[in-house]
């Protein structure tokens, strides 16, 4: 199984990015799949996730603001971000649990100047 990130970078405070997570090697439109962070110095948590029903889940700092999506024919994940904050900068994951145990991805940066 092998998840890749991608579109991270640098953005002002009030911008916007939209991250993608490509799946391989698993029966993605089964499982559910899910955006975690870790800024420097601090654990790693969960943004959002989604169910395979399309059911979603946010963390309270990123409700309204972030929205999760799935294209179970490209077996990919989206994560687009409006109204970014410095508090939001982060190495973003994306992570599966499929098959009894969890996938995660390389991750991708997400700089957010103010």
């Known amino acids: 199984v092998q998840l890749q990130a991608s579109g991270g970078g640098l953005v002002q405070a009030g911008g916007s990015l939209r991250l993608s997570c490509r799946t391989s090697?698993?029966?993605?439109?089964?499982?559910?799949i899910g955006w975690y962070r870790q800024a420097p110095g601090k654990q790693r948590e969960l943004v959002t996730n989604i169910t395979s029903d399309h059911v979603t889940n946010y963390a309270g700092d990123v409700q309204g603001r972030f929205a999760i999506s799935r294209d179970n024919v490209r077996n990919t994940v989206y994560l687009q971000m409006n109204n970014l904050r410095p508090e939001d900068t982060a190495v973003y994951y994306c992570?599966?649990?499929?098959?009894?145990?969890?996938?995660w991805g390389r991750g991708t940066l997400v700089t957010v100047s103010s």
């Open positions: 090697g698993v029966n993605f439109r089964l499982y559910p």
């Open positions: 992570k599966v649990a499929a098959r009894g145990r969890d996938f």
